[in-house]
């Protein structure tokens, strides 16, 4: 597996559980950067120049909790750039300029339960594919974006979701949440409202 690697023979890498990064001018992010981290749970990139996040870019990173990518300037995420992250449980990318939320961007991230997203571009239908144990989603859009009839559909325990800046929402877009108690909606562009929001448990809708 990929996912597998030996660490180096020095464990002087691998003793580490929280690295900061912040603000450190990185530019990009080669599949062999993080080689010999295997223990790393918190790693902190926000402030850097990383305008693709590259396929593997984290595949040595196994037991990674928290990942912070905010601010960044990453503009173009690849396919398999969050491969290997299988412990993974919050993840922000606020701050970016993301052209497109591709289809299964998210998918091999099957613990994830925060996820935070700004973009400038649009967003595939099946970007949230496979986040089943996501709690709490936030999107914001700098330019106008839409959302597709079945998006949300695989996020069957989100409880929290905040969306920004939405100009068209097909009607089945919120289909699946059924266990969504709180949903945040601004700065919404939409000439009718024709979606359809059945949550059984919402309990807060502003």
């Given at each position: 597996s990929l996912c597998n690697h030996k660490s180096p023979s020095s464990d002087s890498l691998s003793v580490i559980r929280d690295l900061k990064l912040s603000f450190s001018n990185v530019e990009q992010i080669e599949a062999d950067f993080f080689f010999g981290y295997a223990n790393l749970a918190y790693l902190y990139l926000d402030g850097n120049k990383i305008r693709t996040l590259k396929n593997f870019s984290f595949q040595y990173l196994s037991n990674l909790l928290e990942l912070d990518l905010s601010q960044s300037g990453i503009a173009i995420i690849e396919s398999n750039a969050f491969f290997c992250l299988d412990q993974l449980e919050s993840l922000r990318l606020q701050k970016n300029e993301i052209k497109v939320l591709f289809d299964f961007t998210f998918m091999s991230l099957k613990n994830?339960?925060?996820?935070?997203?700004?973009?400038?571009?649009?967003?595939?239908?099946?970007?949230?594919?496979?986040?089943?144990?996501?709690?709490?989603?936030?999107?914001?859009?700098?330019?106008?974006?839409?959302?597709?009839?079945?998006?949300?559909?695989?996020?069957?325990?989100?409880?929290?979701?905040?969306?920004?800046?939405?100009?068209?929402?097909?009607?089945?877009?919120?289909?699946?949440?059924?266990?969504?108690?709180?949903?945040?909606?601004?700065?919404?562009?939409?000439?009718?409202?024709?979606?359809?929001?059945?949550?059984?448990?919402?309990?807060?809708?502003?």
């Open positions: 994830l339960k925060y996820l935070y997203v700004h973009l400038i571009g649009i967003i595939e239908p099946k970007a949230f594919y496979g986040l089943v144990n996501l709690s709490d989603l936030s999107i914001y859009a700098k330019i106008k974006s839409s959302l597709s009839s079945f998006s949300f559909k695989d996020l069957k325990n989100l409880k929290g979701l905040h969306i920004s800046n939405i100009e068209s929402i097909e009607s089945n877009a919120f289909f699946g949440l059924e266990s969504l108690k709180h949903f945040t909606i601004e700065n919404l562009y939409l000439d009718f409202i024709s979606f359809k929001l059945i949550c059984s448990n919402l309990t807060m809708l502003s």
